[in-house]
C-alpha cells in the first residue's frame, strides 16, 4: 500500500491504495465517487472515461500513482453551483441516454472534444467518439447532443 | 439518495411489516405505514375486487393485488408494481398513464419499482409486456383513486359528485370556482379500496400527458453522476468478493489449494461445495486472492462454432415425434404445383447482450434474514433462487433493483446475487461482487443460435402457394408467417445447447424474421416481382401494410436501382403486438469489399404511442443494437471456452457503424398500446441482407452476415464490415 495525494473536482484528497490500483476503483471504491463506470477494464468502451488535465482518460487503464499530480475531473465535477455543464445539459436536452451507464464516459469524453474543437463536424466527433459505447445504440442523439453543446458553449462564450 | 430511500427507511424501520407472499395488513398497519392518506390496490384475479372505502373494517385485503397506488396528505403519489427499469424508460411511460387517469401532475407522481418488499410479486420485465399489462393495470387504479378524491370532495362539499372536475391534483367545483388539492383532501382520510378492472379508462384520443414527450424521470442524475445503480450500492462494512472460475464450461475439480489466497492480509476464502471464492476488505485484494487459489479443472471435449449447426441439427432428433405446431393445407402437394420453389437454410451464431454494467450484487445477512440489491429483470425471480439456495422462508428475503445498466433479456438470472450472498454468509458482512466484463462474457446466457430451413413456393403472379419454416434451437417467437399462405408447415426444434442460452430482445423473432424476409425476397427475385409488391400482395393484415408502406415512403422505395456498390432491401414483420417495416441502404466498396450501412429507415405501429420520445428512442436503438447482430457480432468458442470475451474482441455497433437513421412512428390512438422493447430489432438483418442481395446479388444466410473473420467451419464472408 502506498499513500497518494489527488487532486479530484477541485478537492485535494489524500488516499491509500496498493500501487496496482486503477484510478477508478480509487475513485468508486475510496471516494465514493460512483458515476464513474466499470465497463470493460479495458480501455474498450470508454464507461469510465475521466478528465485528467482536461483531457478524457480511461480511468481503468490509469495507475493511481500516474495519476498523482493531475487535475482529475469526474462526472460529479462538472456542475457548478448547481448549474449543469454545456455538454451535461445538452445530454438532458437531447434525451441522449437510455440506460444511463454509459453517460458519464460519453459526457467526459464529449468535454474533452469540445476543449479541442469548438465546432466538430460529425465525422470529428464519430472519430474522436468511437471509444465509447452506448449498448442501448443512443450514438444518433449523443452525437445531436455533442453538436448541441458546442452550440450552447458558442453562446455562452458570446455572452 | 432520492426521496424513494427516505420513504423506505419510513416503510421499514417503522415496524413489522408482512412482505406481499403474505401480504395482508389491517387497518393500523395502513394508518403506521402510510399516516392514513388513500390507498388503492389492484386485484388480479377478477371476483376479488371489494368496495371498502371508509368502510373498511381490519379485513385482510386480497392476496393477490397486481400493483397499488398511495396518495399522501402532501398530495405526493407513490406507485408499487414489481416491474423493473432498465433503460427501456418504463419508470417514466408508466407513471405518465398514471397521470393521466389521475389528473395529477407528472412530476408529483413517484415509481417505487422492483423491490420484492415494497410491491407486489411480478413474474419479471421481459416480453414486451410492461406496457400491455401493467399500463391498463396502473390506469385502472388511478382512474379508481380520481373517483374516490371526487366522492370525498362532494361529501365535504355537499354536492353532487357528478357536477366536480379533477384536474391537474385538484378537485374543482366549477359553479363556486372552489377547489381542493388531492393533498387537501387526503388528509385526515384513511380510505382503503381494491378494485378490479373494470374502470372506465380515459381514451388514447383524449390523453394530455401520456401521449406525450415526458422526459426522462430523473433525467438529471444521468448526466450528473448521482443516479445509483447496483454496481454502486455501498453499504456499511461492507467487503469485496471475487469468485475462482472454472477452466471450462461443464468443468470438473481434480484439486484445489487456496493456502497461498489464506496467507494474504485480511482474506477470507469461501467454499461451499462447487463455489469458490474469497472476500477482504478492497477489491483489489479480493481480487489477488482468487488468483493465487490453484485449482486444477478437468474440462471435457465439448462443441464448438467449427460444428456448431451439425450439433444443432443432429441434436433435434430427441424430438423426432413432436408434432409441428402449425400446419394447414398439404405443402407437398403445393410444392408440387408451385411454379417457383425455393429451399434454404439459414443459421445464426450465439450472440452476447453485452450490457454495459455486467451482473452486480450487494448481500447483507441480518441474522437470518437476507437483503440483495442487484441488477435483474426478474427480481422475484432472483427472491426465489435464494429462498432455494439457503433454504430460508421467503419472507426472509428481500431483493431490490435499482435501475441498472441495462439487459436486453440477459439478466433474468440471479447469479451474481447468490455468490454475493453465499460470501457475505461467510464473512459475516455484507458483500458486494461485481463481475468483470470476461465473466459478463462467459457465465452469463447467449442469445441462441440456430438453424432455420425455410421451404416455400408461389405461384408465377407472385401468390405464396406453400410455406415451410422449421427452426432448430433458437426458438419460437417470430416463427409463424404474417403472409397469407394455404399451406402451411411451421415447426420450432428444441435442442440441447452447447453453451447457455437464454432470453434476448426479441428472442427468436429476429432469427426467425431474418430467415423468413430473406426467403421472400428471394422468392420475389424469383418471381421477377418488386419486393414490397410481392409482400403486399400476399399480406391483409392492414397494420403491416400500413408500417410498409410508410417506411417505402419515407424512404424513396423503387425510385433508384441498386448497383453494384449500393444496394437497397426492405423487410418487415409483426411480433407481440409491434408491427415493423424497415429499408436499408448499403454501400459496397468493390475493392475493400467493405460493406457499410449508409440509411435506415423503419415505421413502427404499437397501438397507442404513451410517449413518443421514448419510443423514437427504443426504435432507434434496437436498430443500432441489430446491426451488430447483423453484420459482426458473433461468440467463438471451442473445448468449453469462451474465445472472445473481451470489447476488443467481440465487436459491438460503435458511433462509426451508426447509418443515418429515420424512425417513422404511426400512432394508433384507437389500438391499445403494445409493448416496443425488443420486435423493432427484428427488420434491419433481413433488410440490410436483402440490400447486400440486391448489390451482389450473392444472399447471405448467416449472421453476423460480414465478420471481420469467419468463424471456425463457416465460409468466408464476401463481405465484410
Avoid at chain 2, 430523473?218 to 448521482?226: A, L, P, Q, S, W
Amino acid at each position: 500500500m502506498g499513500k497518494f495525494v489527488l487532486n479530484v473536482n477541485g478537492a485535494s484528497v489524500s488516499v491509500d491504495a496498493a500501487p496496482d490500483e486503477s484510478l477508478l476503483y480509487v475513485l468508486r471504491d475510496q471516494l465514493q465517487l460512483t458515476g464513474t463506470k466499470y465497463g470493460c477494464g479495458g480501455g474498450q468502451c470508454g464507461a469510465c472515461t475521466v478528465l485528467l488535465d482536461g483531457r478524457a482518460t480511461r480511468s481503468c487503464l490509469t495507475l493511481v500513482a500516474a495519476a498523482a499530480g493531475a487535475k482529475i475531473v469526474t462526472i460529479e465535477g462538472l456542475e457548478h453551483g448547481g448549474r449543469l455543464s454545456e455538454v451535461q445539459q445538452a445530454f438532458l436536452d437531447e434525451g441522449a441516454f437510455q440506460c444511463g451507464y454509459c453517460t458519464s464516459g460519453m459526457i467526459l469524453s464529449a468535454t474533452s472534444l469540445l476543449r479541442g474543437k469548438r465546432n466538430p463536424s460529425d465525422d470529428e466527433i464519430v472519430a474522436g467518439m468511437n471509444g465509447n459505447v452506448c449498448r442501448c445504440g443512443t450514438y444518433p442523439r449523443i452525437l445531436a447532443a455533442i453538436k448541441r453543446a458546442a452550440q450552447l458553449k458558442a453562446q455562452g462564450a458570446g455572452r | 439518495m432520492s426521496a424513494r430511500n427516505e420513504f423506505e427507511r419510513e416503510f421499514f424501520e417503522g415496524g413489522e411489516w408482512t412482505p406481499p407472499g403474505g401480504w395482508q395488513f389491517d387497518r393500523r398497519d395502513f394508518l403506521r405505514l402510510f399516516g392514513g392518506g388513500i390507498f388503492v390496490g389492484l386485484a388480479s384475479g377478477p371476483a376479488l375486487a371489494q368496495e371498502s372505502g371508509r368502510s373498511f373494517g381490519g379485513h385482510p385485503l386480497p392476496k393477490d393485488v397486481g400493483a397499488w397506488l398511495h396518495i399522501a396528505a402532501d398530495g405526493g403519489v407513490k406507485v408499487f408494481t414489481g416491474k423493473v427499469e432498465g433503460g427501456q424508460n418504463i419508470r417514466t411511460s408508466l407513471a405518465q398513464q398514471v397521470a393521466e387517469e389521475l389528473r395529477a401532475p407528472f412530476d408529483t407522481i413517484e415509481m417505487v419499482m422492483g423491490d420484492t418488499a415494497l410491491t407486489p410479486y411480478d413474474m419479471g420485465t421481459f416480453g414486451s409486456r410492461s406496457t400491455p399489462t401493467m399500463g391498463p393495470q396502473l390506469r385502472t387504479m388511478a382512474a379508481a383513486a380520481r373517483q374516490m378524491l371526487i366522492e370525498s370532495a362532494a361529501a365535504r362539499w355537499g354536492v353532487d359528485e357528478a357536477t366536480l372536475v379533477a384536474a391537474d391534483g385538484k378537485v374543482t367545483d366549477p359553479k363556486t370556482k372552489r377547489s381542493l388539492s388531492y393533498g387537501e383532501i387526503t388528509r385526515g382520510e384513511n380510505l382503503v379500496k381494491v378494485v378490479s378492472s373494470d374502470e372506465a379508462l380515459t381514451p388514447a384520443s383524449d390523453w394530455k400527458i401520456a401521449g406525450t414527450a415526458v422526459p426522462k424521470a430523473h433525467g438529471r442524475d444521468f448526466v450528473t453522476g448521482k443516479h445509483v445503480y447496483p454496481s454502486d450500492v455501498v453499504r456499511p462494512g461492507m467487503l469485496f468478493g471475487a469468485v475462482l472460475r472454472p477452466d471450462g464450461f461443464n468443468a470438473k475439480l481434480k484439486s484445489i489449494d487456496t493456502s497461498a489466497a489464506e496467507k494474504l492480509p485480511g482474506v477470507k476464502v469461501v467454499r461451499d461445495g462447487d463455489f469458490t471464492g474469497a472476500v477482504a476488505a478492497d477489491r483489489i485484494t479480493a481480487q489477488h486472492a482468487a488468483k493465487a487459489i490453484k485449482a486444477n479443472w478437468e474440462v471435457p471435449g465439448q462443441p464448438g462454432n467449427k460444428d456448431l449447426f451439425d450439433v444443432l441439427k443432429s441434436g433435434s432428433g430427441n424430438d423426432g415425434e413432436a408434432r409441428p405446431q402449425h400446419v394447414a393445407g398439404s405443402v407437398a402437394q403445393a410444392m408440387d404445383g408451385a411454379d417457383i420453389k425455393l429451399e434454404e437454410q439459414y443459421t445464426v451464431q450465439y450472440i452476447a447482450h453485452a450490457p454495459l454494467e455486467p451482473r452486480a450484487a450487494v448481500a447483507e445477512w441480518n441474522g437470518d434474514k437476507l437483503t440483495v440489491w442487484t441488477g435483474t429483470q426478474r427480481p422475484f425471480g432472483v427472491r426465489d433462487e435464494l429462498v432455494q439456495a439457503f433454504g430460508i422462508p421467503e419472507e426472509n428475503v428481500r431483493v431490490i433493483q435499482p435501475d441498472m445498466g441495462s439487459g436486453y433479456g440477459g439478466k433474468h438470472t440471479g447469479e451474481a446475487a447468490l455468490e454475493a450472498a453465499r460470501l457475505a454468509r461467510a464473512a459475516g458482512k455484507p458483500v458486494k461482487l461485481e463481475w468483470t466484463r470476461r465473466e459478463e462474457f462467459t457465465w452469463a446466457y447467449f442469445r441462441p443460435a440456430g438453424v432455420i430451413e425455410i421451404r416455400a413456393g408461389a405461384r408465377r403472379d407472385g401468390e405464396l402457394v406453400a410455406w415451410e419454416h422449421h427452426n432448430y434451437n433458437s426458438g419460437n417467437a417470430g416463427i409463424g408467417t404474417p403472409y397469407n399462405v394455404a399451406n402451411q408447415i411451421i415447426q420450432y426444434h428444441p435442442v440441447e445447447s452447447p453453451l447457455r442460452q437464454g432470453s434476448y430482445r426479441s428472442l427468436a423473432a429476429a432469427a426467425n424474421h431474418f430467415a423468413r424476409e430473406s426467403a421472400m425476397d428471394s422468392l420475389a427475385h424469383q418471381a421477377a416481382m418488386d419486393p414490397l409488391e410481392f409482400r403486399i400482395k400476399n399480406l391483409s393484415d392492414p397494420r403491416l401494410i400500413a408500417v410498409f408502406r410508410a417506411a417505402a415512403e419515407r424512404f424513396g422505395w423503387g425510385r433508384v436501382k441498386s448497383t453494384s456498390e449500393r444496394g437497397f432491401g426492405i423487410a418487415g414483420g409483426t411480433e407481440k403486438g409491434g408491427y415493423v417495416a424497415t429499408c436499408a441502404e448499403v454501400a459496397i466498396d468493390p475493392t475493400t469489399r467493405q460493406v457499410r450501412i449508409r440509411r435506415v429507415v423503419q415505421a413502427w405501429e404499437s397501438g397507442a404511442i404513451v410517449n413518443p420520445d421514448g419510443l423514437r428512442n427504443q426504435v432507434s436503438g434496437a436498430i443500432v443494437q441489430g446491426i451488430g447482430g447483423a453484420l459482426f457480432e458473433q461468440i467463438l468458442f471451442a473445448d468449453g471456452r469462451i474465445q472472445n470475451a473481451a470489447f476488443a474482441q467481440y465487436r459491438l455497433p460503435r458511433f462509426s457503424d451508426v447509418p443515418q437513421i429515420e424512425v417513422v412512428l404511426l400512432d394508433r390512438k384507437d389500438l391499445p398500446s403494445a409493448g416496443a422493447g425488443e420486435t423493432g430489432i427484428v427488420g434491419l438483418a433481413p433488410a440490410v441482407g436483402n440490400a447486400m442481395f440486391a448489390a451482389t446479388g450473392v444472399r447471405p444466410r448467416g449472421l453476423p452476415m460480414a465478420p471481420r473473420t469467419a468463424a471456425p467451419g463457416q465460409p468466408e464472408p464476401r463481405l465484410r464490415s
